[in-house]
């Protein structure tokens, strides 16, 4: 999932060279970027060298655009009104481990039933 975010951004930033405003390109990547950084991150539940792995891509993207470094990324995202990245993991697994009792699978709801008692 990094590979083709990174692949993204990158074509991203390379297409458009200062064409946008750098808010509006962050909004560009919060829109068409973020979605591939976070595809398949519900399923992960305490995985944190996965959680820091993502936080760092993100970040990456701070850096491009911004030249900025980690503390002010959160100011940013903060002032533009943007979710942050552990926000956006956490309603991404709220959501997959909503939808696991209505999956129609035996197997899956029961597991979830043995997950949710321990």
């Not at 458009?16 to 829109?31: E, H, N, P, Q, S």
């Not at 701070?62 to 995202?77: D, H, M, W």
């Not at 979710?83 to 029961?110: A, E, H, Q």
């Amino acid at each position: 999932m990094e590979a083709s975010f990174h692949r993204a951004v990158n074509g991203l930033l390379c297409k458009t060279k200062g064409t946008f405003d750098d808010i509006v390109m962050l909004r560009l990547v919060d829109a068409y970027c973020k979605p591939l950084l976070l595809y398949g991150s519900g399923v992960y539940r305490d995985a944190k060298s996965y959680d820091s792995a993502l936080k760092r891509a993100w970040h990456y993207v701070f850096l491009k655009i911004f030249g900025v470094n980690e503390a002010t990324a959160c100011e940013i995202q903060i002032f533009i009104g943007i979710c942050s990245i552990d926000d956006s993991m956490n309603s991404r697994r709220l959501s997959f481990l909503s939808k696991l009792p209505n999956t129609g699978n035996d197997v899956v709801t029961y597991l979830y039933d043995l997950a949710i008692h321990q």
